[in-house]
């Protein structure tokens, strides 16, 4: 299900369903969870896969924060209304590192004390709380996965990766906020993929679980560039901007809890990650 946001081209996001449209058991269903009947939705349903939400860190402030709290918070809110009355196994939240914001340890434990530093985070902290409230309180089987900064082939055009990789391909400037010493845990699609089914296919009581779930290595946003400059053989034209508010510092994964009750471990490394976004890159996908 998806309501196409104009948030980047609709023909783009149509490009990554092409390739499921068609198969066995699956169906789309073009909608907003803001405005559907979402009891007749969940109607015979076992599993959610709660993945809609409003993206971007840098474009959370200001006027657009009532879209942010709608389709991250009020979106969310009435999905899990629904689920009450629903025979759900599991109930599977896409959440984000950007709960922690400038968390004070890294690796970071979910143990930690979030405090975002975006109106994004926030708004994602808050659809976590009601994912909470309605495991402790009614039952719903939910579980949050806070994803750390993820990329792959499908990224989306706003998301630093692609717009390297593409000005890179194209022989453009490149630019970069900061001085590129920032660190992230970069956590490639199909391990995203893995540990959001393995969450899925958890036993556990009916409360919460909250897991990280990153791709098991810090790296600079400058290592990043001289590992696209070797992937690509060209070099970058940097032009450095001014960072942006609302931008971690630096984030890191400790994901001993999902190792530890959902198996997961990430199984590509940041290398051969870059390597795949960008050979899909240079097959002329994802151009907006």
Known sequence: MDRFTDFYPRRVKEQNLARLKGQDGFTF????????????????????FHLAGQPGVRG????SFPLYADNNIVATQRLLE????????????ASSSSVYGDAPALPTRETTLPQPVSPYGVTKLAAEHLCSLYGRNFGVPTVSLRYFTVYGPRQRPDM??????????????LAVNGDGEQTRDFTYVADIVAATLAAAGQEEPAADRVYNIGGGARVSVNQVIALLERITKKSARIVRRPAQPGDAHDTFADCARARSALRFSPSFDLERGLQAEVAWLEQGHGHA
């Open 29 to 48: 269903r073009e909608d907003d969870l803001l405005t559907a009947d979402l009891a007749a939705l969940l109607s015979g349903v076992t599993y959610v």
């Open 60 to 63: 959370s402030w200001g006027s």
């Open 82 to 93: 629904a689920a009450r009355v629903a025979s759900l196994k599991k109930f599977v939240f």
């Open 160 to 173: 630093a990766f692609y717009q390297f990789i593409t000005a890179l391909l194209d022989g453009r400037e």
